[in-house]
């Protein structure tokens, strides 16, 4: 065996078993992003709907109280029936919390937070964040503020039950009338006061939870995206290597292994756009005090995760069939273009870009994945190539049908193209006028890829002015 041959088998085996450990990390920071994500939500939906409880708690307290005035006053036993029927609000969730510790049955618990107003969708993870979180300071102290207001609304419910029996035997003087309107104001006064720590207790302890998890969902975010890139550049770097491998093969594999170039280019450059927009909620979140916008904010994360999620699904199937033939399906147009609109909302809103959309056409019949690569690369470089002295900027996407052709015209007032420089763009590693923003591989796949769909893609530009690109499908 000669040195070059054993050279040869060293690297192909280094570059396979940096290659499982590669994709080994990937799936797992895939399982544990999604099982941080998953007990994220769950945490905040535990949180919110314990505010949007303690909401409906200090509301049926105060009516209650209310009521009772007012039956003091006129003795009509229509407010009796209403304070009865309003008090029943907290005694029901009191009754839900002393279940839990009890350890009785989750269908006892659930009975009373929904005779607390709280919605039955709730129950589970209301029941859930208390029993794991009981321990850890901001429930803990918010627990302990909720039994601390307990025996004042038992206190409520006593009143008012001595108020009506002394009601039915007429025993009831003026002067025990004002006693008891200012023993219930200094009640409601307190309660008022613990249903206000209560609140803010769980508040801050969400936006605390928030806090790590959003730091959390990052930290694995950028380990995928790193590992996604480190396995492409291994990959780029075994196409290099085989390179006199490759002149001596056929046309197949030649095809083959181009069209497996074409693929991990895209894949470095689709990913550029929801990281960028994840980078642009990160600053956004790190400077926003409200933690409903924040928690607006994480959901828009979400999105734009999951999104891209099924991309990178979507293309790794693609390299593991890149050998069958072009798969057609029934498209939504309008579902592909909003979606990479969304991933890149933010990166077009701190540019100052508007994007206008003109959807006459929806479905057509075409690749998924290659319609995507070609419309995520020509709004992506609208969006890149936007003219920053512009007052004005903006993206135009339309979609219609003219001649039998399906058309898709994506138009911006952008930088603009050079006319010396338009026939050449669509060529690999053609960058055009500012190849510092470019890797001269985007326009090259949307060409390919238009190709392979029995497509073509054209380009009006004038510098300054700005870029029209149309992509025409035949067959669709």
Same mark, same amino acid.
């Given at each position: 065996?000669?040195?070059?041959?054993?050279?040869?088998?060293?690297?192909?085996? @280094?570059?396979?078993?940096?290659?499982?450990?590669?994709?080994?990390?990937?799936?797992?920071?895939?399982?544990?992003?999604?099982?941080?994500?998953?007990?994220?939500?769950?945490?905040?939906?535990?949180?919110?709907?314990?505010?949007?409880?303690?909401?409906?708690?200090?509301?049926?307290?105060? +009516?209650?109280?209310? &009521?009772?005035?007012?039956?003091?006053?006129?003795?009509?036993?229509?407010?009796?029936?209403?304070?009865?029927?309003?008090?029943?609000?907290?005694?029901?969730?009191?009754?839900?919390?002393?279940?839990?510790?009890?350890?009785?049955?989750?269908?006892?618990? &659930?009975?009373?937070?929904?005779?607390?107003?709280?919605?039955?969708?709730?129950?589970?993870?209301?029941?859930?964040?208390?029993?794991?979180?009981?321990?850890?300071?901001?429930?803990?102290?918010?627990?302990?503020?909720?039994?601390?207001?307990?025996?004042?609304?038992?206190?409520?419910?006593?009143?008012?039950?001595?108020?009506? *029996?002394? =009601?039915?035997?007429?025993?009831?003087?003026?002067?025990?009338?004002?006693? %008891?309107? +200012?023993?219930?104001?200094?009640?409601?006064?307190?309660?008022?006061?613990?249903?206000?720590?209560?609140?803010?207790?769980?508040?801050?302890?969400?936006?605390?939870?928030?806090?790590?998890?959003?730091?959390?969902?990052?930290?694995?975010?950028?380990?995928?995206?790193?590992?996604?890139?480190?396995?492409?550049?291994?990959?780029?770097?075994?196409?290099? &290597?085989?390179?006199?491998?490759?002149?001596?093969?056929? *046309?197949?594999?030649?095809?083959?292994?181009?069209?497996? +170039?074409?693929?991990?280019?895209?894949?470095?450059?689709?990913?550029?756009?929801?990281?960028?927009?994840?980078?642009?909620?990160?600053?956004?979140?790190?400077?926003?005090?409200?933690?409903?916008?924040?928690?607006?904010?994480?959901?828009?994360?979400?999105?734009? $995760?999951?999104?891209?999620?099924?991309?990178?699904?979507?293309?790794?199937?693609?390299?593991?069939?890149?050998?069958?033939?072009?798969?057609?399906?029934?498209?939504?147009?309008?579902?592909?273009? *909003?979606?990479?609109?969304?991933?890149?909302?933010?990166?077009?809103?701190?540019?100052?870009?508007?994007?206008?959309?003109?959807?006459?056409?929806?479905?057509?019949?075409?690749?998924?994945?290659?319609? =995507?690569?070609?419309?995520?690369?020509?709004?992506?470089?609208?969006?890149? %190539?936007?003219?920053?002295?512009?007052?004005?900027?903006?993206?135009?996407?339309?979609?219609?049908?003219?001649?039998?052709?399906?058309?898709?015209?994506?138009? +911006?007032?952008?930088?603009?193209?050079?006319?010396? &420089?338009?026939?050449?763009? @669509?060529?690999?590693?053609?960058?055009? $006028?500012?190849?510092?923003?470019?890797?001269?591989?985007?326009?090259?796949?949307?060409?390919?890829?238009?190709?392979?769909?029995?497509? %073509?893609?054209?380009?009006?530009? *004038?510098?300054?002015?700005?870029?029209?690109?149309?992509?025409?499908?035949?067959?669709?």
């Amino acid at each position: 065996m000669t040195t070059t041959t054993r050279n040869d088998h060293a690297k192909t085996y @280094f570059v396979k078993k940096y290659a499982w450990i590669l994709v080994l990390l990937l799936v797992i920071s895939s399982f544990l992003l999604g099982f941080v994500n998953y007990y994220s939500f769950k945490i905040m939906s535990g949180a919110r709907a314990y505010i949007n409880g303690e909401s409906e708690y200090s509301k049926a307290q105060k +009516d209650a109280v209310l &009521y009772l005035y007012n039956y003091l006053e006129a003795g009509d036993e229509v407010y009796w029936t209403q304070f009865k029927r309003e008090i029943a609000i907290p005694v029901s969730d009191n009754d839900a919390r002393k279940a839990i510790i009890s350890h009785q049955p989750d269908s006892i618990i &659930y009975r009373g937070f929904v005779g607390g107003r709280n919605a039955a969708a709730d129950s589970p993870d209301m029941v859930w964040l208390f029993r794991n979180f009981s321990k850890v300071s901001f429930m803990k102290e918010a627990i302990a503020t909720w039994q601390n207001a307990e025996p004042a609304i038992n206190e409520i419910n006593f009143l008012g039950n001595e108020i009506h *029996e002394k =009601q039915d035997r007429g025993t009831l003087s003026l002067s025990a009338k004002k006693t %008891y309107t +200012d023993r219930l104001t200094i009640i409601s006064k307190e309660l008022s006061a613990k249903e206000r720590v209560f609140s803010s207790l769980l508040s801050a302890g969400a936006r605390k939870v928030n806090f790590y998890l959003f730091i959390t969902n990052i930290f694995f975010i950028l380990i995928i995206t790193g590992s996604l890139v480190l396995a492409a550049r291994e990959m780029l770097m075994r196409l290099f &290597y085989s390179e006199h491998h490759l002149l001596q093969a056929n *046309e197949t594999l030649i095809a083959s292994n181009k069209e497996l +170039d074409v693929f991990i280019s895209s894949v470095s450059h689709d990913l550029r756009s929801p990281v960028a927009s994840l980078k642009g909620l990160l600053k956004v979140i790190l400077k926003e005090n409200d933690p409903q916008l924040k928690d607006s904010y994480l959901y828009m994360m979400q999105d734009v $995760l999951e999104k891209q999620d099924r991309f990178l699904v979507d293309m790794l199937n693609f390299l593991r069939d890149k050998r069958t033939v072009i798969s057609r399906e029934l498209l939504s147009l309008r579902t592909i273009i *909003e979606d990479i609109v969304s991933a890149s909302k933010f990166t077009a809103e701190q540019k100052g870009i508007e994007i206008k959309l003109e959807l006459d056409l929806d479905e057509i019949r075409s690749d998924k994945l290659r319609l =995507q690569m070609i419309l995520n690369n020509l709004i992506s470089n609208a969006i890149r %190539y936007s003219d920053s002295s512009k007052k004005r900027k903006y993206i135009s996407i339309k979609t219609f049908k003219q001649n039998n052709q399906c058309l898709i015209e994506i138009e +911006d007032n952008g930088v603009g193209i050079d006319s010396n &420089y338009q026939a050449e763009i @669509f060529n690999i590693f053609q960058t055009g $006028l500012q190849p510092e923003k470019g890797t001269g591989l985007g326009l090259f796949i949307v060409k390919n890829s238009a190709e392979k769909l029995n497509g %073509y893609v054209k380009v009006e530009s *004038e510098p300054e002015k700005g870029s029209k690109f149309i992509v025409g499908f035949n067959d669709c």
